[in-house]
């Protein structure tokens, strides 16, 4: 199982945009239903966006990528950003009830 931590702060006179951009990936997620993934996305108080995937596939791909909302989200996440993303992956050192168990 592979996790991943991505965090930007988006421009405040884009984040709402960007939120919607987010919001549309989670539709299509939810119409595809695809297995193997979890994907959480928080958007705090001053604007900065953390999303937390969960993959199962053994090579840690992610179904994500492939998704057109997705895609469409991707195209200019940079000049939506005050804060490029920062991209890690992520060992769970505590989980009470938020995640599945691996």
Request: charged share 30%; glycine share 4%.
């Amino acid at each position: 199982m592979r996790r991943t931590l991505i965090r930007y702060k988006a421009k405040p006179e884009l984040a709402d945009r960007n939120a919607e951009l987010v919001s549309a990936v989670f539709a299509e997620l939810k119409a595809a239903g695809p297995d193997g993934v979890r994907y959480l996305t928080l958007r705090l108080e001053d604007d900065t966006f953390i999303h937390f995937v969960e993959t199962s596939a053994a090579d840690g791909s992610s179904p994500i990528p492939k998704l057109r909302a997705f895609q469409a989200f991707q195209d200019g996440i940079r000049d939506r950003c005050a804060e490029p993303p920062l991209v890690r992956d992520v060992k769970v050192v505590g989980n009470y009830r938020m995640l599945e168990k691996a």
